[in-house]
């Protein structure tokens, strides 16, 4: 993909469709194309992270670790859609692991470089802080409904 296609890509993408121009574009200058086959592990839970990822296509599932139960998927994502959020917060570690379901297609971000950007462009961080505050409510949700399951009286696993 040609660097002047990823600004056509990203206005399609559930996470920036509907940023202006001009923030497409800066989000463009940082992202870079990776792909990974089926059943690939991209990070483990508790690590630390470096890049994010919006998801151009393909099938992503999310799992935790649960003692005495293994592991258990709380939520697959697909195209358009946010993996690695927690790397845009420096201290954070991954909250989850990530394994793909099918081979995928994704943009990447350094984190450290968009975050340097969005306090160079204070309106482009406030409406990145914004859309991450929105997938991070959304995994929460998630993942409580996910172990609310998990954990239910009489129910094996």
């Not at 406030?126 to 399951?149: C, E």
Request: with cysteine.
């Amino acid at each position: 993909m040609s660097p002047e296609t990823i600004p056509k890509l990203l206005q399609t993408l559930e996470f920036t469709k509907d940023l202006p121009p001009e923030q497409l574009e800066k989000l463009a200058e940082l992202a870079f194309e990776v792909s990974f086959p089926e059943d690939f592990t991209i990070f483990r839970e508790t690590d630390a992270g470096e890049l994010l990822y919006l998801i151009k296509s393909g099938q992503i599932a999310l799992y935790v670790s649960v003692p005495g139960k293994g592991r258990k998927t709380i939520l697959t994502l697909g195209p358009g859609q946010l993996l690695g959020w927690s790397s845009l917060f420096p201290s954070s570690r991954k909250t989850a692991s990530a394994r793909t379901v099918t081979p995928t297609e994704a943009i990447a971000f350094n984190a450290a470089q968009l975050r340097e950007a969005m306090d160079e462009d204070k309106d482009l961080g406030y409406a990145i802080l914004w859309r991450v505050a929105d997938v991070i409510a959304s995994r929460l949700k998630a993942t409580r409904l996910q172990l609310l399951d998990i954990f239910a009286p009489g129910r094996e696993c």
